[in-house]
């Protein structure tokens, strides 16, 4: 780590053209990035430290370059070592929307955000992004099962709950694969959003972009798994972006008998797979501060399971062996 720093150090020195800087903290992540705030000749930078063993910023940079081209406020770089995995950005700020979202202004910053969301799916890039196909979906789901039930929780799983997760899996997966395939963002919620001047959100944390289905992004934010809203508000806000994405070409009008359910079966599977990685980041990467969101995580899976058969005995599974082993 101390080898790592000075690296980092005389690198930020090349790249400003000084050693006269101040370097704080910036942000946590669930990831083996770190971030640093740079202050240096008047101006603030945000310094991305990514292990190139763990971390691939080319691909970042590649990304912050096409969804800036098509009018997204992603942050400029301003200097790159993909080698040894170091990125100079823009500064967005400090105000993330899970921490300035309240009842008064969540329709101007949902609205901002949904606009933004509106122009990745009919703009965005979809060439060189990996597929979010069968292989992928059902590797994410086993996240779930592996981390948070086996090695977090060290449930023992009877034949028929068993069973049971395997229907659930397959109707998430089936549903996904039936929708709608457009560039997704893959973490578009309260963390990494930014409230910034005009052109607002500020948008982080695009590199893990796929292509994949409709709903994804859209469930991402408005069933979060770090601030929950009413449920007939989500489904307003929700049903507001399928008529934006209509009139964006991104959806068909004929596409409403099936949006709701695209929406709540997307939420199930990025539910599940959530709860699973707050899971490994406690037991693989020592990171505990996630599992305090996990209740609220799988609270969503609950309410949307009543609606669909196959995944009534997941439901009972969540309530009655998950939720009081959380407790």
């Known amino acids: 780590m101390l080898e790592r720093s000075a690296l980092l150090n005389d690198w930020l020195t090349a790249a400003l053209g000084s050693a006269d800087r101040t370097l704080e903290p910036a942000s946590g992540d669930a990831s083996f990035r770190r971030y640093w705030r740079v202050r240096a000749g008047g101006g603030s930078y945000i310094v991305m430290d990514a292990p190139p063993e763990q971390e691939d910023t080319a691909r970042f940079v590649r990304l912050a370059g096409l969804f800036r081209a098509i009018g997204l406020n992603t942050p400029r770089v301003h200097a790159s070592d993909s080698e040894r995995g170091f990125l100079l950005l823009d500064d967005l700020g400090t105000r993330p929307y899970l921490d300035a979202l309240e009842a008064d202004n969540a329709e101007r910053l949902y609205g901002d955000a949904l606009g933004a969301l509106a122009v990745i799916q009919a703009c965005g890039p979809l060439d060189g992004l990996p597929d979010y196909d069968e292989p992928f979906l059902r590797r994410e789901l086993e996240i779930f099962r592996e981390w948070l039930l086996g090695r977090h929780l060290g449930l023992a799983l009877s034949a028929e709950e068993q069973a049971g997760i395997e229907r659930a899996f397959d109707l998430l997966v089936a549903s996904a694969l039936e929708q709608p395939r457009v560039c997704v963002h893959r973490d578009y919620h309260s963390r990494n959003l930014m409230v910034t001047e005009p052109p607002s959100p500020g948008i982080l944390d695009f590199q893990d972009a796929v292509v ?7 469930v ?8 929950a809203w009413p449920a007939e508000q989500v489904q307003s806000w929700a049903w507001g972006y399928f008529q934006l994405a209509v009139q964006s070409g991104i959806l068909r009008p004929e596409d409403d008998a099936r949006f709701g359910r695209w929406f709540d079966l997307m939420g199930a599977q990025r539910h599940l797979k959530a709860a699973g990685i707050f899971a490994r980041l406690h037991q693989r990467d020592g990171k505990p501060g996630y599992l305090a969101d996990i209740p609220r995580t799988l609270g969503y899976v609950l309410e949307v399971a009543p609606e669909y058969p196959e995944l009534h005995a997941l439901a009972m599974l969540i309530e009655r062996r998950v939720l009081p082993a959380l407790a």
């Open 220 to 227: 991402s934010l408005l069933r979060d798994c770090y601030i």
């Open 212 to 218: 994949g289905p409709v709903t994804y992004d859209l």
